[in-house]
Protein backbone atom coordinates (compact mmCIF):
# COMPACT_ATOMS: atom_id res chain seq x y z
CA UNK A 1 0.00 0.00 0.00
CA UNK A 2 0.83 3.29 -0.81
CA UNK A 3 -0.16 7.00 0.00
CA UNK A 4 0.03 9.73 -2.86
CA UNK A 5 -0.17 13.52 -1.86
CA UNK A 6 0.05 16.44 -4.43
CA UNK A 7 1.10 20.09 -3.45
CA UNK A 8 1.51 23.05 -4.81
CA UNK A 9 3.97 25.98 -4.88
CA UNK A 10 3.34 29.27 -4.02
CA UNK A 11 4.02 32.83 -4.85
CA UNK A 12 4.05 35.71 -2.33
CA UNK A 13 2.51 38.67 -3.81
CA UNK A 14 3.43 40.93 -0.72
CA UNK A 15 6.33 39.68 1.33
CA UNK A 16 6.83 43.22 3.93
CA UNK A 17 9.96 42.22 6.22
CA UNK A 18 10.74 44.09 9.41
CA UNK A 19 14.22 44.10 11.41
CA UNK A 20 15.76 40.83 11.90
CA UNK A 21 14.84 39.89 15.69
CA UNK A 22 17.08 38.81 18.14
CA UNK A 23 16.40 34.43 17.04
CA UNK A 24 17.64 35.77 13.80
CA UNK A 25 13.77 35.59 12.05
CA UNK A 26 12.59 38.77 10.27
CA UNK A 27 8.78 39.27 11.32
CA UNK A 28 6.99 39.50 8.00
CA UNK A 29 3.58 40.26 6.69
CA UNK A 30 3.35 37.71 4.22
CA UNK A 31 0.30 37.23 1.48
CA UNK A 32 0.76 33.50 0.07
CA UNK A 33 -1.20 32.38 -2.69
CA UNK A 34 -0.62 28.69 -3.81
CA UNK A 35 -0.42 28.14 -7.93
CA UNK A 36 -0.92 25.11 -9.76
CA UNK A 37 2.33 23.95 -10.07
CA UNK A 38 2.98 20.61 -8.26
CA UNK A 39 5.23 18.35 -6.53
CA UNK A 40 4.04 14.67 -5.74
CA UNK A 41 4.91 12.85 -2.37
CA UNK A 42 4.79 8.92 -2.51
CA UNK A 43 4.99 7.28 1.10
CA UNK A 44 5.25 3.85 0.97
CA UNK A 45 5.82 1.16 4.11
CA UNK A 46 10.00 0.44 3.87
CA UNK A 47 12.65 -1.05 6.40
CA UNK A 48 13.98 2.21 6.56
CA UNK A 49 13.71 5.65 6.04
CA UNK A 50 14.40 6.42 2.12
CA UNK A 51 14.55 9.21 0.35
CA UNK A 52 14.19 9.40 -4.08
CA UNK A 53 13.78 11.63 -6.28
CA UNK A 54 12.85 12.14 -9.88
CA UNK A 55 12.52 15.37 -11.96
CA UNK A 56 14.53 18.27 -13.78
CA UNK A 57 15.69 19.47 -10.80
CA UNK A 58 16.74 16.57 -8.92
CA UNK A 59 19.99 16.41 -8.80
CA UNK A 60 20.09 19.55 -6.79
CA UNK A 61 17.67 18.04 -4.19
CA UNK A 62 18.91 16.51 -0.89
CA UNK A 63 18.46 12.65 -0.22
CA UNK A 64 19.51 12.64 3.16
CA UNK A 65 17.84 13.45 6.56
CA UNK A 66 17.95 16.92 5.69
CA UNK A 67 15.19 16.35 2.76
CA UNK A 68 12.14 18.10 4.29
CA UNK A 69 9.91 15.60 3.67
CA UNK A 70 12.44 12.85 5.50
CA UNK A 71 11.91 15.35 8.54
CA UNK A 72 8.41 15.90 8.47
CA UNK A 73 8.16 12.02 8.66
CA UNK A 74 11.18 11.76 11.62
CA UNK A 75 8.98 14.07 13.26
CA UNK A 76 5.53 12.61 12.94
CA UNK A 77 7.31 9.26 13.70
CA UNK A 78 8.77 10.69 17.36
CA UNK A 79 5.63 12.11 18.25
CA UNK A 80 3.94 9.13 18.05
CA UNK A 81 6.72 7.19 19.25
CA UNK A 82 6.98 5.17 15.78
CA UNK A 83 9.66 4.28 13.74
CA UNK A 84 9.85 6.34 10.54
CA UNK A 85 10.07 3.59 8.50
CA UNK A 86 8.88 4.22 4.97
CA UNK A 87 10.42 5.60 1.46
CA UNK A 88 9.53 8.82 0.15
CA UNK A 89 9.68 9.42 -3.66
CA UNK A 90 9.25 12.96 -4.74
CA UNK A 91 8.35 13.64 -8.42
CA UNK A 92 9.46 16.90 -8.37
CA UNK A 93 8.55 19.52 -10.54
CA UNK A 94 8.64 22.63 -8.51
CA UNK A 95 11.64 24.75 -9.71
CA UNK A 96 14.29 24.11 -6.82
CA UNK A 97 15.91 26.70 -4.62
CA UNK A 98 13.63 29.04 -6.67
CA UNK A 99 11.68 31.28 -3.83
CA UNK A 100 8.34 28.70 -4.71
CA UNK A 101 9.01 26.63 -1.49
CA UNK A 102 9.59 23.81 -2.56
CA UNK A 103 11.20 21.94 -0.41
CA UNK A 104 8.64 23.20 1.90
CA UNK A 105 5.53 21.78 -0.46
CA UNK A 106 7.44 18.68 -0.12
CA UNK A 107 7.38 18.26 4.04
CA UNK A 108 3.73 19.35 4.07
CA UNK A 109 3.24 16.68 1.66
CA UNK A 110 5.16 13.89 3.51
CA UNK A 111 3.60 14.47 7.05
CA UNK A 112 0.22 14.36 5.31
CA UNK A 113 1.16 11.03 3.33
CA UNK A 114 2.75 9.63 6.21
CA UNK A 115 0.12 10.37 8.78
CA UNK A 116 -2.49 8.40 5.86
CA UNK A 117 0.18 5.58 5.90
CA UNK A 118 0.35 5.53 9.48
CA UNK A 119 -2.74 5.96 10.42
CA UNK A 120 -1.51 8.49 12.67
CA UNK A 121 -4.73 10.34 12.57
CA UNK A 122 -3.05 13.86 13.59
CA UNK A 123 -5.79 16.83 13.91
CA UNK A 124 -5.32 19.52 11.76
CA UNK A 125 -3.82 21.44 14.52
CA UNK A 126 -1.19 19.51 15.68
CA UNK A 127 0.35 18.68 11.54
CA UNK A 128 -0.04 22.83 11.47
CA UNK A 129 2.10 22.12 14.61
CA UNK A 130 4.61 20.52 13.01
CA UNK A 131 4.76 22.13 9.79
CA UNK A 132 5.75 25.35 12.03
CA UNK A 133 8.94 23.30 13.35
CA UNK A 134 9.70 22.15 10.19
CA UNK A 135 10.13 25.99 8.30
CA UNK A 136 8.10 29.49 7.60
CA UNK A 137 6.82 28.27 4.99
CA UNK A 138 5.81 25.05 5.52
CA UNK A 139 2.24 25.45 7.33
CA UNK A 140 1.01 27.30 3.86
CA UNK A 141 2.02 24.44 2.04
CA UNK A 142 -0.70 22.25 4.04
CA UNK A 143 -3.53 24.51 4.02
CA UNK A 144 -3.15 26.15 0.24
CA UNK A 145 -5.50 28.77 -1.19
CA UNK A 146 -4.38 32.08 -0.08
CA UNK A 147 -3.20 33.33 3.52
CA UNK A 148 -1.41 35.63 5.82
CA UNK A 149 0.98 34.59 7.00
CA UNK A 150 2.37 36.77 10.67
CA UNK A 151 4.84 35.94 12.73
CA UNK A 152 7.92 34.69 11.03
CA UNK A 153 5.26 33.93 8.01
CA UNK A 154 4.11 30.05 10.03
CA UNK A 155 0.59 31.93 11.67
CA UNK A 156 -1.78 32.03 8.87
CA UNK A 157 -5.18 33.80 8.32
CA UNK A 158 -7.12 32.78 5.52
CA UNK A 159 -7.59 35.29 2.70
CA UNK A 160 -10.86 35.48 0.69
CA UNK A 161 -10.08 35.71 -3.35
CA UNK A 162 -12.38 36.67 -5.74
CA UNK A 163 -10.90 35.23 -8.93
CA UNK A 164 -8.11 33.04 -10.57
CA UNK A 165 -5.08 35.11 -11.13
CA UNK A 166 -2.91 33.92 -14.24
CA UNK A 167 1.22 33.80 -13.69
CA UNK A 168 4.09 33.47 -15.95
CA UNK A 169 7.18 31.89 -13.72
CA UNK A 170 10.54 32.46 -15.09
CA UNK A 171 12.38 30.08 -13.86
CA UNK A 172 16.18 31.52 -13.55
CA UNK A 173 19.54 29.57 -14.78
CA UNK A 174 20.65 29.10 -10.60
CA UNK A 175 19.00 29.39 -7.18
CA UNK A 176 19.37 31.74 -4.28
CA UNK A 177 19.62 30.73 -0.56
CA UNK A 178 16.70 32.25 1.54
CA UNK A 179 19.35 32.98 4.52
CA UNK A 180 21.43 34.80 2.17
CA UNK A 181 18.85 36.58 0.45
CA UNK A 182 17.90 38.06 4.07
CA UNK A 183 21.12 38.67 5.03
CA UNK A 184 21.42 40.94 2.34
CA UNK A 185 18.60 42.95 3.15
CA UNK A 186 19.35 43.51 6.76
CA UNK A 187 22.83 44.46 5.06
CA UNK A 188 20.81 47.14 2.69
CA UNK A 189 18.66 47.71 5.69
CA UNK A 190 21.31 49.04 7.80
CA UNK A 191 21.68 52.30 9.23
CA UNK A 192 17.30 52.88 8.73
CA UNK A 193 14.55 51.71 10.88
CA UNK A 194 12.19 49.46 9.80
CA UNK A 195 8.65 49.73 9.91
CA UNK A 196 6.49 47.03 11.35
CA UNK A 197 5.54 44.58 8.78
CA UNK A 198 1.46 45.05 7.77
CA UNK A 199 -0.94 43.49 5.13
CA UNK A 200 -1.76 46.60 2.34
CA UNK A 201 -5.14 46.82 2.22
CA UNK A 202 -5.10 47.38 -1.67
CA UNK A 203 -3.45 44.14 -2.19
CA UNK A 204 -5.97 42.51 -0.05
CA UNK A 205 -9.41 44.65 -1.37
CA UNK A 206 -7.47 43.26 -4.96
CA UNK A 207 -7.46 39.74 -3.99
CA UNK A 208 -10.89 39.67 -2.64
CA UNK A 209 -12.53 40.97 -5.80
CA UNK A 210 -10.31 39.24 -7.98
CA UNK A 211 -8.94 42.25 -9.93
CA UNK A 212 -5.94 41.64 -11.54
CA UNK A 213 -4.94 45.13 -12.37
CA UNK A 214 -5.51 46.44 -9.03
CA UNK A 215 -3.34 43.28 -8.20
CA UNK A 216 -0.71 44.34 -10.19
CA UNK A 217 -0.85 47.82 -8.85
CA UNK A 218 -0.34 46.34 -5.12
CA UNK A 219 2.03 43.26 -5.39
CA UNK A 220 5.47 44.38 -3.35
CA UNK A 221 8.27 42.31 -2.26
CA UNK A 222 10.13 43.73 0.39
CA UNK A 223 13.06 41.00 -0.34
CA UNK A 224 13.44 42.15 -4.19
CA UNK A 225 15.93 44.86 -3.48
CA UNK A 226 18.36 42.28 -1.82
CA UNK A 227 17.52 39.49 -4.38
CA UNK A 228 18.45 41.98 -7.54
CA UNK A 229 21.65 42.88 -5.68
CA UNK A 230 22.59 39.07 -5.23
CA UNK A 231 21.69 38.38 -8.76
CA UNK A 232 21.47 41.76 -10.98
CA UNK A 233 20.51 39.37 -13.97
CA UNK A 234 16.94 39.11 -12.88
CA UNK A 235 16.23 42.85 -13.72
CA UNK A 236 16.53 41.92 -17.17
CA UNK A 237 14.11 38.92 -16.74
CA UNK A 238 11.78 41.65 -15.48
CA UNK A 239 12.30 43.92 -18.33
CA UNK A 240 11.18 41.15 -20.55
CA UNK A 241 8.56 39.67 -18.91
CA UNK A 242 7.03 43.34 -18.90
CA UNK A 243 8.02 44.35 -22.57
CA UNK A 244 5.76 41.05 -23.74
CA UNK A 245 2.84 42.32 -22.02
CA UNK A 246 2.85 41.39 -18.27
CA UNK A 247 0.45 43.32 -16.03
CA UNK A 248 3.63 43.59 -13.51
CA UNK A 249 6.76 40.89 -12.64
CA UNK A 250 7.89 40.70 -9.41
CA UNK A 251 10.48 38.29 -7.65
CA UNK A 252 8.97 35.48 -5.70
CA UNK A 253 10.06 34.98 -2.27
CA UNK A 254 13.59 34.91 -1.76
CA UNK A 255 13.71 34.51 -5.58
CA UNK A 256 15.41 34.05 -8.14
CA UNK A 257 11.83 32.56 -9.76
CA UNK A 258 10.41 36.19 -11.23
CA UNK A 259 6.51 35.85 -11.73
CA UNK A 260 4.73 37.89 -13.91
CA UNK A 261 1.06 38.43 -13.47
CA UNK A 262 -0.71 38.61 -16.69
CA UNK A 263 -4.63 39.07 -17.68
CA UNK A 264 -5.59 35.57 -18.74
CA UNK A 265 -4.75 32.36 -19.86
CA UNK A 266 -3.91 33.35 -23.36
CA UNK A 267 -1.73 36.36 -22.23
CA UNK A 268 0.13 33.70 -20.02
CA UNK A 269 1.15 31.65 -22.90
CA UNK A 270 2.06 34.34 -25.11
CA UNK A 271 4.15 35.81 -22.23
CA UNK A 272 6.06 32.93 -21.68
CA UNK A 273 6.34 32.07 -25.08
CA UNK A 274 8.54 35.55 -25.30
CA UNK A 275 10.27 34.87 -21.72
CA UNK A 276 11.70 31.63 -23.81
CA UNK A 277 12.54 33.58 -26.61
CA UNK A 278 14.52 36.27 -24.57
CA UNK A 279 17.37 34.61 -23.58
CA UNK A 280 17.26 35.76 -19.87
CA UNK A 281 15.76 32.76 -18.04
CA UNK A 282 16.23 29.35 -18.44
CA UNK A 283 12.62 28.67 -18.85
CA UNK A 284 9.32 29.92 -18.28
CA UNK A 285 6.15 27.93 -16.63
CA UNK A 286 2.10 29.10 -16.66
CA UNK A 287 0.46 28.33 -13.64
CA UNK A 288 -2.71 29.87 -12.03
CA UNK A 289 -4.10 30.01 -8.20
CA UNK A 290 -5.42 30.28 -6.06
CA UNK A 291 -5.39 26.63 -5.89
CA UNK A 292 -5.86 23.72 -2.71
CA UNK A 293 -2.99 22.46 -0.66
CA UNK A 294 -1.60 19.38 0.17
CA UNK A 295 -4.02 16.68 -0.64
CA UNK A 296 -4.05 13.14 -0.79
CA UNK A 297 -4.72 11.75 -4.68
C1 LIG B 1 11.34 34.01 1.93
C2 LIG B 1 10.18 33.04 2.07
C3 LIG B 1 8.89 33.80 1.71
O1 LIG B 1 7.75 32.99 1.75
O2 LIG B 1 10.26 31.88 1.29
P1 LIG B 1 11.12 31.52 -0.05
O3 LIG B 1 10.86 32.61 -1.02
O4 LIG B 1 12.57 31.41 0.34
O5 LIG B 1 10.56 30.21 -0.55
C4 LIG B 1 10.08 32.51 3.53
O6 LIG B 1 10.00 33.55 4.46
C5 LIG B 1 11.20 31.56 3.90
O7 LIG B 1 10.63 30.47 4.54
P2 LIG B 1 11.43 29.07 4.73
O8 LIG B 1 12.15 28.72 3.49
O9 LIG B 1 10.44 28.10 5.30
O10 LIG B 1 12.48 29.50 5.78
P3 LIG B 1 12.96 28.84 7.16
O11 LIG B 1 13.43 27.44 6.86
O12 LIG B 1 11.96 29.02 8.22
O13 LIG B 1 14.22 29.75 7.46
C6 LIG B 1 15.40 29.73 6.69
C7 LIG B 1 16.21 30.97 6.99
O14 LIG B 1 15.59 32.10 6.34
C8 LIG B 1 15.65 33.24 7.18
N1 LIG B 1 14.29 33.68 7.55
C9 LIG B 1 13.21 32.90 7.24
C10 LIG B 1 11.93 33.34 7.56
C11 LIG B 1 11.80 34.57 8.23
N2 LIG B 1 10.59 35.04 8.59
N3 LIG B 1 12.88 35.31 8.54
C12 LIG B 1 14.13 34.89 8.20
O15 LIG B 1 15.10 35.59 8.47
C13 LIG B 1 16.49 32.83 8.39
O16 LIG B 1 17.83 33.12 8.05
C14 LIG B 1 16.29 31.33 8.45
O17 LIG B 1 17.35 30.67 9.08
N1 LIG C 1 12.32 18.26 -0.64
C1 LIG C 1 13.16 19.23 -1.01
N2 LIG C 1 13.08 19.77 -2.24
C2 LIG C 1 13.93 20.75 -2.61
N3 LIG C 1 14.89 21.25 -1.83
C3 LIG C 1 15.01 20.77 -0.60
C4 LIG C 1 14.15 19.75 -0.14
N4 LIG C 1 14.48 19.48 1.13
C5 LIG C 1 15.49 20.30 1.44
N5 LIG C 1 15.84 21.08 0.41
C6 LIG C 1 16.91 22.11 0.43
O1 LIG C 1 16.27 23.39 0.53
C7 LIG C 1 16.86 24.35 -0.34
C8 LIG C 1 15.78 25.34 -0.78
O2 LIG C 1 14.94 24.71 -1.67
P1 LIG C 1 13.46 25.14 -2.09
O3 LIG C 1 12.48 24.86 -1.01
O4 LIG C 1 13.23 24.46 -3.40
O5 LIG C 1 13.61 26.69 -2.38
P2 LIG C 1 13.07 28.04 -1.73
O6 LIG C 1 13.37 27.98 -0.25
O7 LIG C 1 13.83 29.09 -2.44
O8 LIG C 1 11.62 28.11 -2.01
C9 LIG C 1 17.46 23.51 -1.48
O9 LIG C 1 18.58 24.12 -2.04
C10 LIG C 1 17.80 22.18 -0.81
O10 LIG C 1 19.13 22.17 -0.35
Given at each position: ?15 AVGAAR?D?YHDLAN ?105 S ?12 GTGRGER ?38 LPEPV ?99
Open positions: MSVTVRVPAKVNVQLPGVFLAVGLYDEVTATPADELRVTCAGPDAAQVPLDRTNLAARAALALAERHGLEAAVHLHIAKDIPVAGGMAGGSADGAAALLACDALWGTGADREELLDICAELGDVPFALVGGAALLTALEVGGTFHWVFAVAERGLSTPAVFREFDRLAEGRTASQDLLDALAKGDADALADAVCNDLQPAALSLFPELADTLAAGRAAGALTGLVSGSGPTTAFLVRDAAAAREVAKALRASGTCRTARVAAGPVPGATVV
